[in-house]
């Protein structure tokens, strides 16, 4: 969310209209996560992910700047071997205390075909190099989450998704990749070679071997512009399958304890679109001091803050943003949060959202951060979250320096009660036996290959052990 910079401004003269003063000294608290490990000296440096919610020490870090090098640390790693990209997961998807591999040094353009509008990337790449890269070749993947931080490699392992009923997540572009195997291999991997192995490692959290390079299937270079609005959460939902027929992007950011809710819709680019206002990527510190300053009070306190919030918001215009695909999309998250995020079908999404919305308010839940609804279209990925249906993604947040154990675990249920997926990269506690309920179609041929490709478990750290239960 973090869009609007109404709410620093408005929600400021919000407060001081409804207790007649201003909140002097109550500023927004910190986000900052304390730091789960220390550095002590002539010790291996810790890793610590963006979240701050999961670290390791690992005895060997190793950066390859070619394939030859990736080939040779996958080889002599002793024990557990992982690779990382940006390491924004909030799973535990990347620690290991025995051999880090940071794809990091492997960045950048490796060829590209102007035909087919297919470009390889090598697999270190993040997404907001990637952007600036095809655009000077002249294409664009068709669709790109709301932030640009991960690598290639790893958005595609977790199949990293955006909003669009007509688009699927990040894996689903990949139309070929090369995976480097604990065998010493560099396997070319697409429909027609190693078609299995395509199948797998389009999503393959990491458990298959490190991809070296990625080829996407893209489009040509566009422009985007994208219009975020306040608008009433039960209007939207209401009419949610028109405005997602209506615009080639939508999603929207529900407030808890608020009935508003921020809507963002984007299409192509038509003449003469302007960009008005701007991002506040701190606007949800502000919800906080908010809900913090008004919700104690007994028996109206939350009906207080949605008041507050309506009158803030009521008269604050759209933001709009315009420009190539690559800037329009990516927003800046510079607030720390940690979050659990599940795919259920996408014709539960509106009973799914409003469920977690009243059993926040319901259940007094201590969750202000707005959580996010968006729409992916179904792919044949064997372990993509869109895997044979179309999705709906919803996701809960909390701030980084507050507990999100006690309040997700009141949540999760309900995910589960609309035969949700978790997210592989975000928080869940499923565990092998739920997951493999939740992928009967290829579960058994995920593993079947991962078997084939690390017969004896040196990518399955404790949190793959967990959920693929070897
Ligand atoms: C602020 C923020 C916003 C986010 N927004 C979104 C969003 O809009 N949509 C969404 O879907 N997710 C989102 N996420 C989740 C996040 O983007 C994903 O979990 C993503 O996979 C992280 O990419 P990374 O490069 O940081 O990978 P890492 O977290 O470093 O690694 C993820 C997995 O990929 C594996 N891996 C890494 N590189 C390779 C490789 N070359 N070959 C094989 N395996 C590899 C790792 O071993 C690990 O299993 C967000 C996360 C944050 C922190």
Aim: a negative charge; proline letters at 6%.
């Amino acid at each position: 969310m973090q869009r609007r910079k109404f709410l620093r401004n408005s929600l400021a003269v919000g407060i001081s209209a409804a207790f007649g003063t201003t909140l002097s000294g109550c500023g927004p608290p910190s986000t900052e996560p304390q730091s789960p490990v220390s550095y002590r000296a002539g010790e291996p440096l810790p890793w610590i992910n963006w979240a701050g919610n999961q670290s390791c020490t690992p005895s060997s870090r190793v950066s390859p700047r070619s394939e030859d090098e990736l080939i040779s640390a996958l080889k002599s790693a002793k024990s557990v071997v992982r690779a990382v990209g940006a390491g924004h997961s909030f799973s535990g998807v990347v620690p290991t205390n025995d051999t880090l591999i940071s794809t990091d040094l492997l960045s950048g353009l490796v060829r590209h075909d102007p035909e087919k509008m297919q470009a390889t990337l090598l697999a270190g790449t993040r997404m907001h190099d990637m952007g600036p890269i095809l655009h000077a070749v002249g294409q664009a993947v068709p669709n790109m989450p709301d932030m640009d931080y991960p690598a290639i490699g790893g958005a595609i392992a977790n199949s990293v998704h955006a909003t669009g009923n007509s688009f699927g997540s990040m894996s689903s572009y990949v139309s070929g990749f090369k995976l480097a195997t604990l065998a010493g291999e560099l396997l070319e991997c697409t429909a027609e070679k190693n078609p299995e192995f395509f199948h797998a490692g389009r999503t393959s959290i990491g458990a298959l071997g490190i991809m070296s390079e990625i080829t996407l299937q893209n489009q040509a270079s566009f422009n985007l512009t994208e219009v975020n609005k306040v608008e009433k959460l039960g209007d939207v939902l209401d009419d949610i399958e028109a405005r997602c027929k209506a615009h080639r992007h939508f999603e929207f950011f529900p407030i808890p304890y608020a009935s508003n809710c921020l809507t963002v819709a984007t299409d192509i680019a038509q003449p003469g679109d302007v960009s008005v206002g701007g991002d506040d990527p701190k606007a949800v510190n502000t919800l906080r001091t908010v809900f913090d300053a008004v919700s104690w009070v007994p028996l109206v306190g939350e009906e207080l803050y949605d008041k507050i919030l309506s009158t803030a918001l009521a008269g604050d215009a759209e933001t709009i943003r315009t420009g190539s695909s690559f800037q329009v999309f990516p927003h800046v998250r510079v607030v720390r949060f940690r979050e659990m995020e599940y795919t259920v079908p996408a014709e539960f999404g509106p009973a799914c959202v409003r469920e977690i919305m009243s059993t926040i308010k319901d259940k007094n839940l201590p969750i202000t951060f707005p959580l996010e609804y968006r729409y992916v279209k179904a792919d044949d990925i064997w372990l993509s979250m869109f895997e044979g249906q179309d999705g709906c993604s919803i996701s809960v947040h909390q701030f980084g320096d507050l507990d999100y154990k006690t309040p997700f675990a009141e949540i999760e249920p309900i995910f589960w009660k609309y035969a949700g997926r978790p997210h592989w990269g975000k928080i869940h506690t499923l565990d092998a036996k739920r997951l493999a309920a939740l992928y009967p179609r290829h579960w058994q041929d995920f593993h079947r290959v991962r078997n084939e490709l690390d017969p004896r478990g040196k990518l399955m750290n404790d949190h793959l052990k967990e959920i693929f239960g070897s």
